[in-house]
C-alpha cells in the first residue's frame, strides 16, 4: 500500500513540475502585472492618501465594482428577538461598541467604508463620519409565516444601493402579527425583527460573529482548529503514508 501511495505521490510531483514548466514562460507577465500594482499603490498613497488598498485575494474577488454599480455581493443576518427593540437605543449601543474612540473607529475601519475605482483598480474609501439614523433604519413590517421573512430578507439582501455611504445597513423591524411554534413558547410571537446586511468585501462570517458577540456581551468559541504541522512534516507525511 505504502509503495503505490509513493509512486500517486511522484505522480503529482511531475504533474506539478510539468504544469510549472507550462507555465514559466508567462511569468514575466504575471511579474508585469504585480510590478504596475505596486506602483499604483504607491502612487496612491501619494496623490489619493484617503484610499484604501484591498490586499487580500478573497476581498479581491469580493470587491469587484465601486459602490455606485450594481454589484449584488451583500449578505446578511436575522434575528427573531423576544422584546421590542428600541431603535434609538440600539444606535447608541451600536456606537458604544464600535465607533465612540478613535481606536475602535481604526479598528473596525471597513464600517466607515465604501467601493471606488481608481487607476483600474477597486479601493475601499472611507467617510468621515457615520450616520446612524441613516445606517440602522426602523420600519414597519406585516409578516405572517418565516418564509414571509425569508422571502423579504432575500430581496433586501438583493437591493443595492448604498451610493457614497458604508456599504452595510441595519433594519430593525416591528412585528406583531408572526407566530412561531416551537417547544419551549406556544405562539411565541418575536418583539421585533433586526436584519443586518453587509457587503461581503466589508464583513464576513466570522466578523459578523464578532459583531454579535460586541453587541450581546457574548464569547463566541473559535471552531476553526489552525494548522501547525510544519511544511516538511506534511510533505513527509504524503509519501510515506
Not at 506602483?39 to 484604501?52: C, E, G, M, Q, S
Not at 449584488?72 to 443576518?77: A, E, G, H, R, V
Not at 421590542?84 to 481604526?106: G, I, P, V, Y
Not at 430581496?155 to 411554534?181: A, C, F, Q
Request: hydrophobic share 45%.
Amino acid at each position: 500500500m505504502q509503495f503505490w501511495l509513493l509512486l500517486v505521490s511522484l505522480g503529482e510531483t511531475a504533474l506539478s513540475l510539468f504544469l510549472w514548466a507550462v507555465l514559466i514562460p508567462f511569468a514575466p507577465f504575471f511579474l508585469l502585472l504585480l510590478v504596475f500594482r505596486l506602483a499604483v499603490t504607491f502612487l496612491a498613497k501619494l496623490v489619493r492618501p484617503d484610499l484604501i488598498p484591498i490586499y487580500t485575494v478573497t476581498d479581491h474577488l469580493l470587491s469587484v465594482a465601486p459602490s455606485n454599480s450594481h454589484q449584488n455581493m451583500n449578505f446578511s443576518s436575522t434575528w427573531l428577538l423576544k422584546e421590542k427593540l428600541d431603535a434609538m437605543a440600539f444606535r447608541n449601543h451600536f456606537e458604544n461598541a464600535f465607533l465612540s474612540t478613535q481606536e475602535l473607529k481604526e479598528r473596525y475601519i471597513n464600517l466607515y467604508c465604501y467601493f471606488v475605482q481608481w487607476c483600474f483598480y477597486i479601493w475601499k474609501k472611507s467617510v468621515a463620519e457615520i450616520n446612524l439614523e441613516d445606517r440602522i433604519k426602523e420600519i414597519s413590517l406585516s409578516v405572517n409565516s418565516l418564509s414571509d421573512i425569508e422571502e423579504f430578507v432575500g430581496e433586501y439582501t438583493d437591493y443595492h444601493d448604498y451610493g457614497e455611504n458604508p456599504n452595510w445597513e441595519i433594519l430593525v423591524i416591528n412585528n406583531t402579527e408572526l407566530k412561531i411554534n416551537n417547544t419551549t413558547d406556544e405562539n411565541y410571537s418575536p418583539g421585533s425583527i433586526l436584519v443586518m446586511k453587509f457587503h461581503h468585501g466589508l464583513c464576513d462570517g466570522y466578523s459578523m460573529i464578532h459583531i454579535i458577540d460586541k453587541l450581546c456581551g457574548t464569547k463566541s468559541p473559535y471552531i476553526v482548529k489552525e494548522s501547525t504541522t510544519s511544511f516538511s512534516d506534511k510533505v513527509s507525511y504524503k509519501l510515506f503514508h
